[in-house]
Antibody, heavy 123, light 113 residues
Framework: QVQLEESGGGVVQPGRSLRLSCTGSGFTFRNYGIHWVRQAPGKGLEWVAFISFDGDYRESADSLKGRFTVSRDNSENTLYLDITGLRAEDTALYYC????????????????WGQGTLVTVSS | DIVMTQSPDSLAVSLGERASINCKSS????????????LAWYQKKPGQPPKVLIY???TRASGVPDRFSGSGSGSDFTLTISSLQAEDVAVYYCQQYYSTPPLFGGGTKVEIK
């Protein structure tokens, strides 16, 4: 069955950098666009970033541009989210989620989600 | 950006009663060439990832009970739970996927009265 598993979260000091990973299995990873979505404690879902199936198209939330970079390695069935200059407001559970359809250009709903990895920014 | 606005922020409904959640987009998410509304509803329970309930505004996802239904077109949408069950206590989010960024609404918390 389709599985997505995030990793790389933890407690990080403000200003530091972090790389989150998302590994997919049970489907042809290289054919699907993947999104990052986060949820801060007590807050709603916030879309963070998207990368197309082939990595050619990437987009991130305007408020996060410059600090959040999404990439992927289809040979390893893995997606990455690099975050620099971490701030307290980046504290959240970070999910990766798959487009429902192969080779979708970002205009797809999200049909499969990982369990999330928790990032806590604190000194 | 297409901004999604949900109402109410929360609602309490008796078991077996109807719950309705509204979602409004700042511009139409109806794509003219295929007549589809690029609008999805998700259910989020504590400790679990979001789960898609409805896509294309009114198509129920696989395995979703038929007490959940979606309606609306253009910029105004509604998620209805026809007969609230205890397991439906959750936060519900709408999301447009018409254009990037695919923003979510602020969420509606559904509780038992």
């Amino acid at each position: 069955q389709v599985q997505l598993e995030e990793s790389g979260g933890g407690v990080v000091q403000p200003g530091r950098s972090l790389r989150l990973s998302c590994t997919g299995s049970g489907f042809t990873f290289r054919n699907y666009g993947i999104h990052w979505v986060r949820q801060a404690p007590g807050k709603g879902l916030e879309w963070v970033a998207f990368i197309s199936f082939d990595g050619d198209y990437r987009e991130s939330a305007d408020s996060l541009k410059g600090r959040f970079t999404v990439s992927r390695d289809n040979s390893e069935n893995t997606l990455y989210l690099d975050i620099t200059g971490l701030r307290a407001e980046d504290t959240a559970l970070y999910y990766c989620a798959r487009d429902f359809e192969e080779r979708c250009g970002g205009d797809c709903y999200l049909d499969s989600w990982g369990q999330g990895t928790l990032v806590t920014v604190s000194s | 950006d297409i901004v999604m606005t949900q109402s109410p922020d929360s609602l309490a409904v008796s078991l077996g009663e109807r719950a309705s959640i509204n979602c409004k987009s700042s511009q139409s998410v109806l794509y003219g060439s295929n007549n589809k509304n690029y609008l999805a509803w998700y259910q989020k329970k504590p400790g679990q990832p979001p789960k898609v309930l409805i896509y294309w505004a009114s198509t129920r996802a696989s395995g979703v009970p038929d007490r959940f239904s979606g309606s609306g077109s253009g910029s105004d949408f509604t998620l209805t739970i026809s007969s609230l069950q205890a397991e439906d206590v959750a936060v519900y989010y709408c999301q447009q996927y018409y254009s990037t960024p695919p923003l979510f609404g602020g969420g509606t918390k559904v509780e038992i009265k």
